[in-house]
């Protein structure tokens, strides 16, 4: 079992903790503060609620989570070490002298630090090729983005790891190849924060109006293309050099205060915090971190359908988790043909609920063409086999809810294979929460050419799996329910 160690952990640490923990890590905190667990305890609640549903494969299992009293215990056995203290450079230097007495040779240690240079954290360490910057965005058991700064004193080898680990747990290493103060993205987020200020200082816009301003425009294209993309597209079929030839001149005109900071008088400070409760204080903090994440996870999953910018990683990490999660891709790949095929292990997502709190009768079906998109790969009709011009049509659909089941629940739905001769395939799902049934689903498909669109064989090797299946599969009990209609006699 791999392990992390946490060392503060407040909302950064505590986001760490979770993301590590729900990636089949061991997590091992160390935090001074008496509320550390209770704190800790609230984030993960939240992870575990939302992080699950992000994908459409399960999570490995979670890994320990325990608290230590001093740092020597909590890095003992640690691969990755994170440092998540307040942003003071004599703190910080007082945690690395105490890691590198007690930190496993090989470990890495990483700090949140979203300001202080690499540079400034290995200065006078013995261990210092060892420490970088790995710098997330809160919330991290959701948002991906790891800004990864090393300098010339961290080797090859170390900042190849720290990518790997960083990967390993659903997250993209931006490697930051020189130094700066604040990295990358906290330069962008400062200068936009500094022209918020005035703006509220002059009278011109209330907090909530430049968050509509953000949230309700640019923030929506930034999500999912970036700056300079968007701007690509905004130049239209001339692209970016007539966007800059443009919008370039506009560099000279006075919009901009970014060199200038309204100064921080009570007077403003009570003015924003006034109009951030006027605006927000109807919800606790718990209750925006929620709704935070569910239109996070919204949002992700969306551009996972077209695998684009956050979902397009989630679907690579989806991918990667496949195996663990009992998903295979060939026949050959099935251990023993005489049982029903897994063919779909996942976390019930957030978006997947309806107005009673539970599964929507949508996504059950939505579950179950996933299963049978899932025994299509199994059987060689996979993107390549669609793309030369055969696939299998769904022709009818029968499904009985038996059970319910919620957001964050864990559901396994295994495959069994009626018939496979022919054009026809016919498939018997059922679905699980453990060993507690959910819902069966009786599907009817026929093999089509796409050029046609007209019933047709398949492919020999498509058909000669699919009915091995099917004849492995004849030993099996018929399904209680099968090729009943709705009212028929039990």
Request: proline share 4%; charged share 25%.
């Given at each position: 079992m791999k392990t992390a160690a946490i060392i503060g952990g407040g909302v950064i640490g505590g986001g760490w903790a979770a993301r590590f923990l729900l990636n089949g890590w061991d997590v091992r905190v160390f935090d001074p503060d008496p509320e550390a667990e209770r704190k800790i305890g609230e984030v993960l609640s939240n992870a575990r609620r939302s992080l699950p549903g992000l994908g459409n494969v399960a999570l490995p299992a979670e890994g320990a989570l325990t608290f230590h009293a001093t740092i020597a215990e909590a890095v003992e056995g640690a691969a990755w070490v994170q440092e998540s203290v307040p942003e003071r450079l004599d703190l910080k230097q007082k945690v690395y002298a105490e890691l590198q007495q007690h930190c496993a040779e090989d470990a890495l240690?990483?700090?949140?630090?979203?300001?202080?240079?690499?540079?400034?954290?290995?200065?006078?360490?013995?261990?210092?090729?060892?420490?970088?910057?790995?710098?997330?965005?809160?919330?991290?058991?959701?948002?991906?983005?790891?800004?990864?700064?090393?300098?010339?004193?961290?080797?090859?080898?170390?900042?190849?790891?720290?990518?790997?680990?960083?990967?390993?747990?659903?997250?993209?290493?931006?490697?930051?190849?020189?130094?700066?103060?604040?990295?990358?993205?906290?330069?962008?987020?400062?200068a936009v924060w500094r022209e918020a200020l005035w703006l509220v200082k002059d009278g011109i816009a209330s907090t909530e109006e430049i968050d509509n301003a953000i949230r309700y425009g640019f923030g929506i294209r930034w999500a999912q293309m970036g700056l300079f993309e968007t701007y690509r597209v905004a130049g239209g079929e001339a692209g970016m050099k007539h966007f800059m030839a443009q919008f370039g001149p506009c560099l000279t005109a006075p919009w901009t205060k970014l060199m200038d900071v309204p100064e921080f008088t009570d007077e403003l400070v009570d003015l924003i915090a006034d109009q951030s409760d006027e605006q927000s204080g109807m919800h606790s903090i718990r209750e925006l971190e929620r709704i935070r994440d569910d239109n996070l996870v919204g949002m992700m999953r969306a551009m996972s359908a077209n695998d684009w910018g956050a979902g397009a990683l989630q679907n690579v990490q989806d991918k990667a988790r496949e195996g663990e999660a009992g998903l295979l891709n060939h026949i050959d790949q099935i251990g023993d043909l005489s049982k029903p095929v897994l063919t779909l292990n996942r976390t019930v997502p957030l978006d997947w609920t309806d107005y009673n709190g539970h599964m929507t009768e949508s996504r059950y079906l939505d579950a179950f063409a996933q299963s049978t998109d899932r025994l299509m790969l199994l059987i060689g009709c996979d993107a390549e086999y669609i793309a030369s011009g055969g696939s299998y049509f769904t022709a009818e659909t029968h499904i009985r809810h038996i059970d319910e089941v919620h957001a964050g629940h864990s559901i396994q739905v295994r495959t069994q294979v009626i018939l496979g001769a022919g054009k026809k395939m016919h498939l018997w799902h059922e679905m699980y929460e453990g060993d507690r049934l959910l819902a069966t689903g009786e599907h009817m498909l026929l093999h089509v050419d796409l050029a046609t669109r007209r019933s047709a064989p398949p492919a020999e090797h498509v058909e000669a799996a699919l009915v091995k299946l099917a004849t492995a599969h004849d030993a099996l009990p018929a399904p209680d329910g099968l090729g009943r209609a709705i009212g028929a006699p039990r």
């Amino acid at each position: 079992m791999k392990t992390a160690a946490i060392i503060g952990g407040g909302v950064i640490g505590g986001g760490w903790a979770a993301r590590f923990l729900l990636n089949g890590w061991d997590v091992r905190v160390f935090d001074p503060d008496p509320e550390a667990e209770r704190k800790i305890g609230e984030v993960l609640s939240n992870a575990r609620r939302s992080l699950p549903g992000l994908g459409n494969v399960a999570l490995p299992a979670e890994g320990a989570l325990t608290f230590h009293a001093t740092i020597a215990e909590a890095v003992e056995g640690a691969a990755w070490v994170q440092e998540s203290v307040p942003e003071r450079l004599d703190l910080k230097q007082k945690v690395y002298a105490e890691l590198q007495q007690h930190c496993a040779e090989d470990a890495l240690i990483g700090s949140s630090t979203s300001g202080f240079k690499p540079s400034e954290l290995q200065e006078g360490r013995g261990n210092a090729s060892r420490i970088v910057v790995a710098h997330p965005f809160n919330p991290v058991y959701l948002l991906p983005l790891i800004e990864l700064v090393g300098t010339d004193v961290n080797p090859a080898d170390v900042i190849a790891r720290a990518k790997e680990i960083i990967s390993g747990i659903g997250m993209y290493p931006l490697h930051v190849r020189k130094e700066i103060d604040a990295h990358i993205a906290d330069r962008f987020l400062e200068a936009v924060w500094r022209e918020a200020l005035w703006l509220v200082k002059d009278g011109i816009a209330s907090t909530e109006e430049i968050d509509n301003a953000i949230r309700y425009g640019f923030g929506i294209r930034w999500a999912q293309m970036g700056l300079f993309e968007t701007y690509r597209v905004a130049g239209g079929e001339a692209g970016m050099k007539h966007f800059m030839a443009q919008f370039g001149p506009c560099l000279t005109a006075p919009w901009t205060k970014l060199m200038d900071v309204p100064e921080f008088t009570d007077e403003l400070v009570d003015l924003i915090a006034d109009q951030s409760d006027e605006q927000s204080g109807m919800h606790s903090i718990r209750e925006l971190e929620r709704i935070r994440d569910d239109n996070l996870v919204g949002m992700m999953r969306a551009m996972s359908a077209n695998d684009w910018g956050a979902g397009a990683l989630q679907n690579v990490q989806d991918k990667a988790r496949e195996g663990e999660a009992g998903l295979l891709n060939h026949i050959d790949q099935i251990g023993d043909l005489s049982k029903p095929v897994l063919t779909l292990n996942r976390t019930v997502p957030l978006d997947w609920t309806d107005y009673n709190g539970h599964m929507t009768e949508s996504r059950y079906l939505d579950a179950f063409a996933q299963s049978t998109d899932r025994l299509m790969l199994l059987i060689g009709c996979d993107a390549e086999y669609i793309a030369s011009g055969g696939s299998y049509f769904t022709a009818e659909t029968h499904i009985r809810h038996i059970d319910e089941v919620h957001a964050g629940h864990s559901i396994q739905v295994r495959t069994q294979v009626i018939l496979g001769a022919g054009k026809k395939m016919h498939l018997w799902h059922e679905m699980y929460e453990g060993d507690r049934l959910l819902a069966t689903g009786e599907h009817m498909l026929l093999h089509v050419d796409l050029a046609t669109r007209r019933s047709a064989p398949p492919a020999e090797h498509v058909e000669a799996a699919l009915v091995k299946l099917a004849t492995a599969h004849d030993a099996l009990p018929a399904p209680d329910g099968l090729g009943r209609a709705i009212g028929a006699p039990r």
